[in-house]
Structure formats: structure tokens, C-alpha cells
């Protein structure tokens, strides 16, 4: 079976070159995944070939590991077309083994939108990363629309990743190590955004816009339910009912969530077609994605589906 | 099969003729639950057990619904003692059809501590249900610690259910109408609670503590594998894993969450002796939970601990 993973980092040495004071900037936040080792590196893609040759991976849907939203407009803009010139140039030499979600700094809308634009259509990438909040905001603000209108208009998928909670929502979360991290934080602060791009009415302006989110779907699966049993608020106007954009506009990757209980969950709320295979590399080891996912209680169809169909289709590739 | 329903809330009369100012108090978190229908209070309990008689369920674990938890510690501990006075007078009407957890105001924590061993010594209640932060802080402080102290010796549950998120939590949850309630912010809120009471170290300190979660969990069952993915911190000095504290001291209880797929994954993470059946009465619909319980995907014998002989043991019943 053809196993293409969707949550696949990296980072090129010029992302650090680029950062000013030896990533001493306050614009980064700390612990924010900003993480150097070699196999993490564009640079050593070898490395991350024989990685997943060993595993059984045949495709890497790459993505920047660190982020560059909470940098400055100017120099978060510069940062993204660099990376994203070293992601095509890399890609265009193993072209059957990686593909490529830009990088782009919606801090600067605009010059988001259009590096979304150059990184899809002459760079030949399949959508974008964002590293969930811009600076402390979320993008169900309407100045940040204009990415997703491009996004619809090239249509391709944006990828809601998580970091840290926002200024506005970490004071909590800063009382133990980790609590703000993978353990806990980073599903309450993608969760969050993706349930506030809903809640804005973002799908009903852009109804085809597609969005994935990590970590099997940030729990929002598990809430399917609930996050509309007390029905539509009479102050919402939205189109649809909430789980339905999540089931129609949205997929859900198994990055970082091999537990065999959350994918059964996902897969009975949301259903095979909006599921896809990921690993979280580095962060994550690829053999044991795999073997979760070969391990997964469903029909062979369904496995293929998440494994390859879907991200076939999505990515186009 | 007799069903037990332990998350069934009620208010009294004196409850709201105690509060100040028409409930106008700022104490009182906005929203917070405190809805005065006439099949929620205690006075009008025939209504609750011809509802219960039409749903097919036999028992009410009841408890309060408001909450008291954001009141001065004088009048909320002088309100625990009414609510639960009235309680222990109404259960003793009805003892094979109600029990209860007592209200306690934990912002006086040795009053709390002291109410609780009361109101299970000397009224016969269960436990005690206390509504996630107390005034902004969550409980893993270790100021209140001699309520957790109290229920350990006297070997009763503590349920931890919740409210909207505490004031550092709140704001990006205001941004739509309903965000910070049922609809998502109550589990961040309240599992963000027990994610902290866990790392805090206090069940290595009350190893035979338990705790109730309600909401299936609030979605921590999803996260089971992943909060510890990338294993103890170094500053962390558990003596457990994270997962085993929820899956050794915690329940968790199928209120306002009449998913399948979410069902499905807690009973596949934490196992059917870990989880509890409840409605949420009266946000939910007596019918639609039994209707729930009774079409899940189960052994009998498995669906008789989640309907009753959890609870019995649990609460001694």
C-alpha cells in the first residue's frame, strides 16, 4: 500500500540564518518547536529518505517545522520565500518521493495571499502551513481572508497546525512543563481556531475553502456532538450546522495520535474520506506511525483512503 | 437493567433566596448555568421522577446545579449547608430513587473539607460536586488540598464538573456566542482542571482519590496517548504516567455526550469499569441518554458496569 504522509516538517539552514540576534527575538514564542537537528534539515534529506525508505513511507508532504508568524511583516515575508524556493528546488529532485506546503506569514495578508499564489502556481506547492495564531490573533479575523480566498480560488488545503496558546489563553497553561505543548496545549489552541473559523461564517464567504487540521483532528471528532446539542444560537447565522463544516470542509490528519481509540473515533464520526495518514516527523517516529496505521481495525478501502487515495486527491498529486 | 444517572442537577428554592442582589453579584460568573425551570428544583421533585419513570431511569445521582464556588466563602458555605440540608431531606423521601453529592464551597477550603464530611457522615450524601475554578483558581493549588484530604479518608468521589473558562482562560472564548460553554469552552475549561490537578502530584499524595469527569471525560480519553507521547518532563516527578492517574483515579461519565464514537473511544481507552452513565439533567433529554446507553456497542455485562454497578460501588449505593 502506498503510505504518503501529510505532517512532515523540515527546516533549511536559511530559515536560521535569516532570524535575527540568534533567535533571541521576543516574535518567537518560547519552546515554540524551533528545532535544529540534522534530519530535521532540508539540507540532509537523505537522512529523511532512508527514514522513511525504512518505515515504508513513499511520500513526505513537507511543511516549515518552526513557523514564521510571530516574526515581523517584512522579514516573516522574506523568510517564507526563501524556504519555500529551497522546498520546490528539493522536491523537484526527488518529485516522486516529496511534495510541499508553503510557508507564508499572514501577519502581511496580502503578501501572504500572493506567496500562497507563486508557491502554488510557479513553484508547483499543494497549499500552506499556518502555525495557528497571528501575533496573538486568530484568522476568523476578516483581515486575514484574503489567504483563504486564495486558498479557494487555487484550491488548495491550508494546514491549521498547532503552537503554543495564545497570549490571551497560555497564563494557564504555563503552570507545569509541558501542559502548553503536545500534552495539552497545542490541541487547545488549534482546536479553538478552528472552531472560531467556523463560527465566523469563514465557509459559508468561502464554501469550498478546505482546511486540515493534526493530531487526529485536535479532539474536535470527540465533540462532533456535543459542540451542537445545544443548538443554533439565535445570534449565529450560520448556513450549515457545526459539525457539518467540520465533516465538508475540513480534514483531519493522524499526526502525533497514534492511539488506535482516537482514530476509531474519527474515523465513525467523520468517515474514511476525511482522514489522512501523517507521522509528525521529527517529532514523531515514522515506523511507528506506520505500524499504527497498518494496525488500524478497518477495511483495506478505507485504508487506502487515508493512507494515499485522500491525499492524492486533496494535494493533487 | 437499572440505570443510575450521576450527573443530575437541581436547585432549591432557598438557593436563589440566599444570593444577593437578585443575582446580580459579580461573584456569579456570567452564563453560569443558573437556570431556575421548575423541573430542576427540589421542590417540584414529582416532575424529575415521572420524567425519570418515563425514561426508564431508576436513580438520580443528584447534585446542584449553579454552583457556588464564585460566592463569598461565608455565604457560600452558608448556602452549601441549605442545599444540602434540603437534599438529604428530599433523598430521604425517595431513597431508591435519589441520591446526592454534596454542595461545598471550597474557597473556605477547611469550611469545604468540613461541610463535605457532614453532609456524608451525618446526610447520608455520596460525595461532593464541585463546579472547576474557584474564583480563577483551579484546585490544583495545594490550599485546597484538605478538601481532597477529607474525601480520600472519607472515600468519596469528588465530581469535577464545568463551568465557562476561569478569567486568565476566558477572552478568545467570548469572541462568538455559546463558544464558552457547552459547545467547547467548558471541556477546555474543565479539562485543563484535571490536567492540572494530575501534574500537580496530588493523587501521589491521596493515592485513593477519585474524581469524576463528566462530558465523556471532556475529551481527555482522545488525548490519552498523546498527553504523554513525549514522555515525563524532566521537572515533572510523578510516580505514575499521566494516562494511568485517569484511567487508576478518575471516571468518567457519559453526560451531554450521546456520541457513539466518542463512547466508543473512552470505553476502548479507559474500560468499562471507568466509566459512569448520566444525562445532565435537565440541559439534556432523559430519553435520548437511556435511548444512547442502551443502542451502544457492548457486551451486557459491560453495559451494566457503565449503567449501575459503577455507580453502586462508586457511591456505595
Redesign the interface.
Known amino acids: 500500500m502506498r503510505r504518503i504522509a501529510v505532517e512532515e516538517h523540515f527546516v533549511t539552514d536559511a530559515y536560521f540564518s535569516l532570524l535575527p540576534g540568534k533567535m533571541s527575538t521576543p516574535h518567537v514564542v518560547p519552546g515554540g518547536n524551533i528545532v535544529n537537528q540534522p534530519d530535521h534539515s532540508l539540507e540532509n534529506i537523505e537522512i529523511r529518505l532512508k527514514i522513511m525508505d525504512e518505515a515504508g513511507i513513499d511520500m513526505h508532504v513537507l511543511s516549515i517545522g518552526p513557523g514564521v508568524e510571530q516574526l515581523d511583516a517584512a522579514l516573516g515575508t522574506k523568510i517564507t520565500r526563501s524556504v519555500n524556493d529551497a522546498l520546490a528546488a528539493t522536491i523537484k529532485k526527488y518529485p516522486k518521493r516529496l511534495a510541499g506546503l508553503a510557508a507564508i506569514a499572514p501577519q502581511d495578508p496580502a503578501a501572504a495571499a500572493d506567496e500562497l499564489e507563486r508557491a502554488v502556481t510557479k513553484l508547483g506547492l499543494k497549499g500552506a502551513i499556518i502555525k495557528s495564531h497571528i501575533q496573538g490573533e486568530?484568522m476568523?479575523n476578516p483581515k486575514y481572508w484574503t489567504v483563504f480566498e486564495r486558498a479557494e480560488k487555487l484550491d488548495v488545503p491550508i494546514y491549521l497546525h498547532p503552537k503554543e496558546p495564545?497570549p490571551?489563553?497560555i497564563?494557564?497553561?504555563l503552570?507545569?512543563?509541558?501542559?502548553d505543548?503536545?500534552?495539552?496545549g497545542y490541541?487547545?489552541e488549534a482546536?479553538?481556531h478552528a472552531?472560531?473559523l467556523v463560527?465566523?461564517g469563514l465557509f459559508d464567504k468561502y464554501p469550498n475553502l478546505k482546511i486540515i487540521l493534526g493530531?487526529?483532528g485536535e479532539?474536535i471528532?470527540?465533540?462532533?456532538?456535543?459542540?451542537?446539542?445545544?443548538g443554533p444560537?439565535p445570534?449565529?447565522k450560520l448556513k450549515r450546522k457545526?459539525s457539518q463544516y467540520f465533516k465538508e470542509n475540513f480534514y483531519f490528519s493522524t499526526s502525533?495520535?497514534?492511539?488506535?481509540?482516537?482514530l476509531?473515533?474519527?474515523?465513525?464520526?467523520v468517515g474514511a474520506d476525511r482522514i489522512l495518514f501523517a507521522v509528525d516527523y521529527p517529532a514523531?517516529s515514522s515506523a511507528d506511525g506506520v505500524k499504527f496505521i497498518d494496525s488500524a481495525n478497518m477495511c483495506d478501502g478505507d485504508k487506502e483512503k487515508i493512507c494515499h487515495i485522500n491525499a492524492e486527491k486533496l494535494f493533487k498529486l
Do not use: V
Not at 476509531?264 to 464520526?269: D, L, N, R
Open positions: 486568530y476568523d495564545s490571551d489563553l497564563k494557564p497553561y503552570a507545569y512543563p509541558g501542559l505543548g503536545a500534552m495539552w490541541a487547545a482546536g479553538l472552531m472560531r463560527l465566523s493530531h487526529m479532539a471528532p470527540y465533540w462532533l456532538w456535543r459542540m451542537e446539542s445545544k444560537s445570534e449565529r457545526i502525533g495520535m497514534f492511539f488506535q481509540p482516537a476509531q473515533c474519527c474515523y465513525t464520526a514523531e
